[in-house]
């Protein structure tokens, strides 16, 4: 079993999807899953079958494409779970099942209601259980950080006996000290007969803003697996980052002594595709994929930087992907070279989206002189809902405002396939185009944020909004594109008001209700 090599595992699409508001839809989880093997991650969790049938047919269209990273379904210790698991993974050319089970003293009694003996005993039934399915079986010990250490590894001890090849330690609320992680993850290789022919992996999250120094210290303590998600989304303040934790060991190699498979010049890719998919924007100064990660304002630094990189930057900026976008395409480039483009990006289009996403380029570069691979992937990513499904669709919008007028909304409006017209005031142009929007909807919806950027340089560049929505205690983002912010603000909006529409058709067929948000 090779030990010099640090195994990621992505669980973007599991955990990262338990972030308030950041569910996808399947083929959003595919372009990430896709992204994802392109960058040499060796594990993928693609969700948790179980839970509802769209996160069941996710898993499986994941299992049945991805070819270069193994795909893995998150199960808890129960027979439906890893049976459905088993099943979704069914196309898997390297399938992986995920157990979990908590193993502290709160958790065992006061939301199992069972007792340590009954968890052993739940342990080795259940890794036999995904055993029988999947050679690749994967067991976590939930709230393992709160664990007593020698129940904790009579646990991990259960789960190697009975199969599991690979040992989760998750510190399930981010309650861990470094050091703390270190010395837990060390003693159980030291101590649990088995232990050292299986691999230790860590599951950090980010409560105290440790998740990554955890990660990293679970590494020393003799973790050679590492769970964590693109830009550190995640369940509450989010997971280990992707991007922070291999970054870290690439700097500083010489420390460690490690290697990951993952190619880091995609990592400004993915970060901006699941901000894009999930509305989750990261903030300026996020490490590695933040705008300002490489600026550098201070003359002083400026000065020395002019002298030579290394006196302010620890790695360069190509290492993640960033770099002055390559002019790709414009007015006259022609369809084969737009198929070929989005392919060297990863994308993979059917005729039909081909035909429907040159239609918007076309459109794009009459007005737009110079399309970046940036543009491409804005252009793309309106795209990918489920158009098709769509109850409301932008026919026409007109907007006024400026000093001398109030600012009016004309909006022509399909609902359902017939349209509606109205036209409506508000305090500033959005605020009209959201009025209106909301009264032709007939929609509660509650604007949780709003945020418009541009994605190449120049006043004709491509301008994208991003919008959060709760109705009724669901959240759903929405982004759209456009040279024309107004009508890219309407799109945003109304791709969000579409998402909210699939979440209550969906929640209303399975007699889920959910809590409002506050
Ligand atoms: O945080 C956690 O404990 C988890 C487990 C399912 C691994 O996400
Ligand atoms: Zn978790």
């Known amino acids: 079993m090779d030990k010099t090599t640090i195994r990621i595992f992505d669980t973007t699409l599991r955990d990262g999807e338990q972030s308030p508001g950041a569910s996808m839809q399947k083929e959003e989880k595919l372009q990430i899953a896709r992204q994802l093997e392109k960058m040499g991650v060796d594990i993928i969790e693609a969700g948790f079958p179980v839970a509802s049938p769209d996160d069941f047919a996710a898993v499986a269209a994941i299992a049945s494409e991805i070819r270069g990273a193994s795909v893995c379904a998150l199960a808890r210790c129960r027979p439906e779970d890893i049976d459905t698991a088993a099943r979704a993974l069914e196309g898997a050319a390297a ?65 190697i006996a009975a199969g599991a090849r690979t040992i989760n330690i998750p510190d399930t609320v981010g309650y861990a000290l470094p050091s703390e992680f270190r010395d837990l993850v060390a003693f159980l290789i030291d101590s649990v007969p088995g232990a050292r022919d299986v691999i230790f992996s860590a599951h950090c999250h980010n409560d105290l803003g440790l998740a990554v120094a ?26 280990a980052a992707m991007e922070e934790v291999v970054m870290a060991l690439k700097v500083r190699r010489a420390f460690f002594g490690l290697e990951t498979r993952v ?147 004309t909006i022509v409006l399909a609902v359902d396939g017939e349209e509606r017209q109205m036209a409506g005031l508000g305090s500033g142009p959005v605020d009209a185009i959201y009025r209106t929007l909301s009264k032709l909807t007939g929609s509660t919806a509650r604007l949780l944020s709003f945020t418009v950027k541009g994605i190449t340089g120049g006043s004709d560049a491509l301008g994208e909004v991003t919008v959060r929505l709760e109705e009724e205690g669901r959240v759903a983002a929405g982004h759209g594109a456009d040279t024309d912010i107004l009508v890219a603000s309407a799109r945003a909006y109304l791709e969000a008001l579409n998402r909210l529409q699939r979440k209550k058709e969906r929640d209303r067929k399975a007699g889920i209700t959910p809590q409002p948000v506050l």
């Open 214 to 239: 955890n990660s990293l210290a679970a590494i020393e303590g003799g973790a050679r697996q590492i769970e964590c998600t693109i830009n550190g989304i995640g369940e509450r303040a989010g997971n």
């Open 263 to 409: 190619r880091t010049e995609e990592f400004i890719r993915a970060s901006r595709l699941v901000q894009t998919i999930t509305g989750m924007l990261v903030q300026p100064n996020k490490a590695i994929v933040g705008a300002n990660a490489f600026a550098h304002e201070s003359g002083i630094h400026q000065d020395g930087l002019l002298k030579d990189k290394r006196t302010y930057e620890i790695m360069l900026p190509e290492q993640v992907g960033l770099s002055e976008g390559a002019l790709v395409l414009g007015k006259h480039s022609g369809r084969h070279a737009f198929r070929s483009r989005l392919e060297a990006l990863g994308y993979r289009l059917s005729e039909e989206e081909l035909v429907q996403s040159f239609a918007r380029f076309k459109k794009l570069a009459d007005q737009k002189k110079e399309i970046y691979d940036e543009d491409l992937e804005t252009l793309l990513s309106e795209g990918t809902s489920d158009q098709d499904k769509d109850r409301f669709r932008l026919e026409r919008l007109a907007v006024s405002g400026g000093t001398l007028m109030p600012p009016t909304a």
């Open 95 to 159: 399938p992986r099942i995920h157990v979990f089970l908590a193993t502290s003293a709160l958790h065992m009694e006061k939301k199992l209601g069972m007792s340590p003996e009954a968890v052993l005993g739940t342990i080795d039934r259940s890794v036999r259980q995904a055993v029988a399915r999947v050679g690749e079986v994967e067991f976590s010990a939930e709230d393992a950080t709160r664990s007593d250490r020698d129940f904790l590894a009579r646990a991990v001890g259960a789960a």
